[in-house]
Structure formats: C-alpha cells, structure tokens
C-alpha cells in the first residue's frame, strides 16, 4: 500500500519560514491531487490547500492565500508547502493527504475526498 510520508516541521520564530514536503512510498503513485490539512490541539481538523497533478490547479483556505504556497514535482510524485510569515496560530500538526480520482474543487476542501494520509508533522511556531 502507498504510504504519504511528511518532513519539514520545526519550531520557527513567528515571521519566519518553513517548507514541508511529503513523498510517496511503496508502489507507483498517480493521484488525481494532493492537499495539506492540519489541525491544532482542541480544534478540528482543518483544510489549508490542495493541487491537481496534471494542471496544477490550486486552491487555498482563505486565511492562508497570501502567506502559503502548495507545489508539486510530478516527476518524484512530492508535494511542498512553503509557509512564510508565519504566527502562533498556525501552530498544528500538518498532514498531508492524496486522492486518487478526479474531484471536483468543490469537493477538495473536503477531508472525505481523500484516499491516503500521511501521519503528520509538528509545526510549532513561537511567539
């Protein structure tokens, strides 16, 4: 079975930088998309951005347009999130999840459109 491993998590000073990446293992790999979730403690899970691998369509969670960016290389099958300015309250466990057949954008905010997940990485970001 495919396995979404996620690195790139840390403790950063508000205002700064973090880049998390999340590969594949196991078998080939050709999802449909990919999209990062996260979720802080005592709050739900909640989507931050998704992208499509053919067209690299995006979209993003309002409160992260402008400060986050998702990415993809098609050839190792990774996808990046590049976070700047970043505060406190972006303090969360990030997963990063996939999903193998085609959804539409109005259903990629949706966490029961995904197939696969990886088991998440710490963000931790101080004030």
């Known amino acids: 079975q495919v396995q979404l491993v996620e690195s790139g998590g840390g403790l950063v000073q508000a205002g700064g930088s973090l880049r998390l990446s999340c590969a594949p293992s196991g078998r080939t790999f050709n999802p449909y998309g990919m999209g990062w979730f996260r979720q802080a403690p005592g709050k739900e899970r909640e989507f931050v951005a998704a992208i499509t691998w053919i067209t690299g369509s995006t979209l993003y969670a309002d409160s992260m347009k402008g400060r986050f960016t998702i990415s993809r290389d098609s050839t190792s099958g990774t996808m990046y999130l590049q976070m700047n300015a970043l505060k406190p309250e972006d303090t969360a466990v990030y997963y990063c999840?996939?999903?193998?057949?085609?959804?539409?954008?109005?259903?990629?905010?949706?966490?029961?459109?995904?197939?696969?997940w990886g088991q998440g990485t710490q963000v931790t970001v101080s004030s």
């Open positions: 999840a996939a999903f193998r057949y085609r959804a539409g954008s109005d259903n990629m905010w949706r966490i029961t459109t995904y197939d696969y």
